[in-house]
């Protein structure tokens, strides 16, 4: 079975690790499973704002945060230019003498927190190039009919702006306006960069404008760096924003399309009212219509206007490259399948060491989980194979399975070779003193 030789692996860990902790007289970790099950898991008794489950209690609040973006591509440089107006309110008991804001851009600068705490080359929240990240421009507080420039100061993804007066409590409002601009890096963390294809540029914008960081009743100003991950703590507002760019691209963007008389031809409307009233999935604009190059309003730009009610964040994407591929067809844009047998000597070539070439029965896999658990039990030491792994080794092994062939072939889509992102990891590891 597949599973035999993880389990193997796991095996002669389990055993190479004792056998190094006795050499080397190493004190015993002091994991106590005991503390992190303990019985009493909500030890606050809970108030006005939060029952003692966590749950929203009588005085419960949120602030919120509601958006006017405009923004514009220029595919030149590869470049996103506009301005954000947010709309901030207080709810909160307390008057709050200064806001926190996200600079999310900022990730791409060579110098950035995320930059440095990403151990390996090449991983998803690794750079390959970077950028001036978010430039800003200008900042301006709108409140009690005044604008005055901010008092702001910017470190790595935040930004804080240090206000006159206080924004009073119980549901004060004031305006943000920023104008600002970041190029788009080619190589971007997950959910942010662009691809160069033999029919032109995709374009995946995330991350695309300073957003309120959170203020509630737990922790106050939540005010962690964004490292590439964890940036989906925010506020909910009404997100009202443009994207100007050249005629021929096609924009997506989150939230509903406000003026598709203006930026599709009669035949994408037509396919858009169909739909809306439709529970199958309906190709609005496919490869046949971008091929014609006549689908969409004779101008040198276009905006798109959007609307997005009562949400944390939107995202957007524009595409001149969708002339591959068939209508209606789904494609997985997804590296190389490898089983377990696979891998494991894949990753001991690279490493240079032997792995395992035996299997062992099921049963005595059984019978090892048990003792591990025993030993963990008795010794406070953690399980390295538990039953509840081994029953999931066994069900998964058919279950995980996936075959990208189709988008290399019909899409042209290129992936990163499993054996570079090994190659990448382990030589970190070695480097790190941790081979």
């Known amino acids: 079975m597949k599973f035999y030789k993880a389990a193997l692996l796991l095996v002669l860990g389990i055993y190479a690790g004792e056998v190094k902790a006795q050499n080397a007289d190493q004190a015993a970790p002091k994991y106590d499973q005991h503390k992190v099950f303990n019985p ?18 009588p005085k419960y609040w949120q602030n919120r945060a509601d958006y006017k973006l405009d923004v ?3 595919t030149a440089k590869h470049r996103v230019e506009g301005s954000t107006l947010i709309t901030y309110t207080n709810n909160s008991p307390d008057a709050l003498g200064f806001l926190w804001l996200q600079v999310d851009q900022n990730i791409y600068k060579e110098d950035s927190r995320a930059e440095a705490t990403s151990n390996v080359s090449g991983g998803r929240f690794a750079n390959k190039s970077y950028t001036k990240g978010a430039e800003i421009k200008s900042v301006y507080i709108i409140n009690k009919g005044k604008t005055l420039k901010a008092d702001y ?4 993804t935040r930004m804080q702006i240090k206000l006159k007066d206080s924004l009073r409590a119980a549901g004060s409002k004031l305006q943000i306006k920023i104008e600002y601009g970041f190029d788009i890096p080619e190589y ?7 691809q160069h294809t033999k029919n032109g540029w995709i374009y995946e914008i995330a991350q695309w404008y300073p957003r309120m960081e959170v203020y509630d009743d737990v922790t106050g100003w939540n005010t962690i760096p964004y490292l590439g991950a964890s940036e989906f703590y925010l506020e909910y507002g009404n997100f009202d924003y443009t994207i100007t760019a050249p005629a021929s691209l096609v924009v997506a963007g989150s939230g509903e399309l406000l003026n598709p008389a203006e930026v599709l031809s009669p035949t994408s ?6 739909a ?9 604009k496919d490869s046949t219509d971008i091929l014609r190059n006549n689908d969409y309003p004779k101008k040198p730009t276009l905006t798109w206007h959007f609307m997005c009610k009562n949400a944390r964040d939107v995202a957007w994407a524009l595409i001149a490259a969708a002339q591959n591929g068939r209508r209606g067809e789904r494609y997985l844009a997804a590296g190389r399948n490898l089983t377990m047998r696979q891998l494991i000597p894949l990753l001991g070539r690279i490493a240079g060491v032997q792995t395992p070439s035996r299997q062992l029965p099921l049963p005595a896999l059984y019978l090892l989980a048990a003792v591990q658990e025993t030993y963990a039990y008795l010794t406070g030491r953690p399980i390295l194979l538990s039953m509840a792994t081994l029953r999931l080794l066994i069900r998964e092994e058919h279950r995980t399975c996936f075959n990208h062939r189709k988008s290399e072939d019909e899409l042209g889509l290129s992936f990163r070779t499993l054996e570079q992102t090994l190659t990448d990891t382990v030589a970190w590891y070695q480097q790190h003193g941790r081979g």
Request: overall charge positive.
């Open 276 to 284: 809306r009233k439709s529970d199958k999935t309906v190709i609005i």
């Open 269 to 274: 409307i037509n396919r858009l009212a169909e």
């Open 153 to 156: 100061l910017i470190t790595d």
């Open 188 to 194: 971007g963390t997950d959910r942010m960069g662009r």
């Open 40 to 57: 009493i898991f909500y030890p606050e008794r809970g108030g006005e704002f939060r029952t003692a489950s966590g749950a929203p209690g």
């Open 72 to 74: 514009t591509l220029d």
